[in-house]
């Protein structure tokens, strides 16, 4: 089974504070996205990578940045933490090839900014 | 850009009986259509995938059709229980690049014993 690890489900961080969320898969996957869900509003999409050190932006990515280092490993950067930032991050990772371009999340890690 | 809307927010449903759930979409058709469940505080989990030139999909109690005439999917269960209650969410897949996913906000069912 694939698998997706978070480094944090509960994280509160203060206004100002530069934050780092880590994602972790095991299944090899050439792709690996960032997502933010807010109630109403969906799962949005805030960065995307194919390939170590390669990135794109997705439909949100102001006041996000991210790294890709390794091929399993994609980190979430909040530069500066702002109270609007406060919300339910999800990693998730595919492997793009084929038929096998369904999606595999992690549990999610529940962001607060005070 | 392309606009996803599932149903309704919320639906509750009578145990045994089938859940039916809409996905619409605007604009053109993607290659391929996926579901998903999502339990509270948990991420999504992929259920099935539909090619646009497949009418219907089945997996056990689920079945998915997907119609690009009226740029809609349906996502039906059937003989629900309550531990099918959980927000589902549909996603077009364009694959067009490795950004293939649009989701929609999903629909919470609620299936009462």
């Known amino acids: 089974d694939v698998k997706v690890t978070q480094s944090s489900r509960y994280l509160v961080k203060r206004t100002g504070e530069k934050v780092f969320l880590e994602c972790v898969q095991d299944m090899d996957h050439e792709n690996m996205f960032w997502y933010r869900q807010d109630p109403g509003l969906g799962l949005r999409l805030i960065y995307f990578s194919y390939d170590v050190k390669m990135k794109e932006k997705g439909d949100i990515p102001e006041g996000y940045s991210v790294s890709r280092e390794k091929k399993e490993r994609f980190s979430l950067i909040l530069e500066s933490a702002s109270t609007n930032q406060t919300s339910m991050y999800l990693c998730a990772s595919s492997l793009g090839t084929g038929d096998s371009y369904e999606q595999y999340f992690g549990p999610g890690t529940r962001l607060t900014v005070t | 850009s392309q606009k996803i809307e599932q149903n309704s927010e919320a639906l509750n449903i009578q145990e045994g009986k089938t859940a039916t759930l809409t996905c619409n979409y605007t604009?053109?058709?993607?290659?391929?259509l996926q579901w998903y469940r999502q339990d509270p505080g948990r991420g999504p989990v992929f259920l099935l995938l539909i090619r646009e030139n497949e009418k219907e999909k089945r997996k056990e109690r689920l079945k998915v059709t997907f119609d690009t005439t009226l740029k809609q999917s349906l996502f039906h269960i059937t003989a629900s229980q309550p531990a099918d209650s959980a927000t589902y969410l549909c996603a077009l897949d364009h694959r067009t690049g490795a950004n293939n996913l649009f989701f929609g906000t999903g629909t919470r069912l609620t299936v009462i014993p």
């Open positions: 604009n053109y058709s993607p290659a391929y």
